[in-house]
């Protein structure tokens, strides 16, 4: 299993201690401040952009198709973060326009 992936520097045998507490992370984010939606968005779509970074930068799977796969998910998952960031900026400044949230989650889904 570990020799798919890189050991050239520190950060690349990171990974997989990074992957869990990015999980464990947005599990405590997710049930701590669920009343805070501009927080927990922010801090997920900020999260998911730092591992984004991390990815195209460290490069921790060998395998280019394997690593390009990851990435495109872990842009898209950031892709949603940053929808679900937009949708608690309009809760907070009380936009209602039922058609942009409609695109919006249609987006998200």
């Known amino acids: 299993m570990f020799e798919d ?4 520097t520190l950060w690349q045998p990171l ?6 507490i990015r ?26 952009l730092a591992f984004v970074a991390y990815m195209a930068k460290h490069r921790p ?9 990851q990435i ?3 842009i898209i998952i950031m892709v ?5 960031l937009a949708l608690s900026i309009m809760d907070m400044r009380k936009v209602s326009n039922p058609d942009i949230r ?8």
């Open 23 to 48: 999980s464990i992370t947005i599990g405590m984010i997710l049930v701590l401040f669920k009343s805070y939606g501009f927080a927990s968005s922010l801090f997920l779509f900020l999260m998911s």
């Open 80 to 84: 949603v973060s940053l929808l679900v």
């Open 61 to 69: 799977i060998k395998d280019k198709s394997n690593l390009v796969f």
């Open 102 to 109: 409609l695109n919006i989650g249609w987006a998200i889904t």
């Open 5 to 8: 992936y890189s050991n050239d």
């Open 15 to 20: 990974y997989f201690p990074l992957l869990l």
């Open 72 to 74: 495109i998910f872990d």
